[in-house]
């Protein structure tokens, strides 16, 4: 067992830690008597590149635990990179690395001892594009992390019927489970993808803008969905649209080539910001 493993059971308990003094945009300001959650990540000096081109610089930032943190900002100011960079798929890309730390319950997700494949089932991940396996059955979908990573399941049936029922799918597919997850709307696969995300039994969720292929119906039940997995799940949101921001969102940290300009209540990041930049931004005058 990793020391990721070893920690996960921890729960949610880890000590809020006080703001440090970086050169960097510190987001560890929330005012006293504005108590947040303790956090469930805490990213701190963090720099991802790609090849040479440093495209996030010093990022410390705590996310909040059972909560959804929502990052927004123009196309191309790292958002997704960052993201990427708290299940470590950052390094995946060949000429990419990343310098800095990400605490999760305590453990740096960078350190040797992580296995990033046992890490990326702790943190999970919802892409943009629904990407259900296309040659798998709906039902085989859901149990794909556990048979890719080799773990048996005990009532397969049960957890398959668990899953679909938390993403509200099981109704709808209850009676063609093995019909390939192609066969479904992209709505119904994008719900299919976050039910795979769900089987393994992750602490947090990674969602890359998960509605950006989706018609408007589609998004509002992801949407929906959102907002019922923090009650057990800690989500971290990329988003272009700032009214799903808005809508779904706890947090909102906002990036600009980079650099994170502003983290708060997204209430606050919406109507009182404290940077220019931010309300130049949310209120649509560049972006
Ligand atoms: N594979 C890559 N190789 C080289 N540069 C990359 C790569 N992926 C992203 N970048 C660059 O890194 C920067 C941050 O990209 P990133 O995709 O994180 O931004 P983003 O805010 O998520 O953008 P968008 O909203 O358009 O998806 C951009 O300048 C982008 O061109």
Not at 107 to 131: C, E, H, S, T, W
Not at 136 to 147: C, D, F, P, T, Y
Not at 170 to 178: G, N
Not at 217 to 239: F, G, H, S, W
């Amino acid at each position: 067992m990793s020391s990721f493993d070893s920690l996960h059971h921890k729960g949610r308990s880890g000590e809020r830690r006080s703001g440090l003094d970086t050169d960097g945009i510190d987001s560890r300001s929330i005012e006293p008597g504005d108590e947040a959650p303790p956090a469930k990540i805490s990213v701190t000096r963090l720099n991802a590149y790609f090849h040479k081109f440093h495209a996030i610089h010093d990022i410390t930032l705590d996310i909040p635990d059972g909560q959804v943190t929502a990052v927004i900002g123009p196309s191309g100011c790292g958002k997704s990179t960052f993201l990427r960079c708290l299940n470590r798929m950052h390094e995946q890309v060949p000429g990419a690395s990343a310098k800095g730390s990400v605490m999760i319950d305590g453990v740096n997700i960078y350190d040797k001892a992580v296995d990033p494949v046992r890490l990326r089932r702790r943190v999970g991940m919802v892409f943009q594009k629904p990407n259900p396996f296309p040659t798998m059955s709906i039902r085989e979908n859901v149990l794909a992390g556990h048979k890719l990573n080799g773990i048996s399941v005990k009532d397969p049936t049960g957890l398959v019927e668990k899953c679909l029922r938390q993403v509200a799918l099981w109704d709808e597919v209850k009676d063609k489970l093995d019909q390939s997850g192609l066969s479904l709307s992209g709505g119904q696969q994008q719900r299919l993808c976050i039910a795979r995300v769900l089987a393994v039994e992750p602490d947090v969720i990674l969602l890359d803008e998960p509605c950006s292929a989706l018609d408007p119906i589609a998004t509002a039940r992801v949407e929906e969905l959102i907002d019922e997995l923090k009650e057990r799940y800690t989500c971290v949101l990329v988003t272009h649209n700032m009214q799903q921001a808005a809508r779904c969102s706890d947090y909102t940290a906002f990036f600009y080539m980079g650099d994170l300009v502003e983290f708060d209540r997204t209430q606050t990041i919406f109507t009182n910001p404290k940077e220019s930049k931010t309300e130049d931004y949310v209120t649509g005058k560049f972006g």
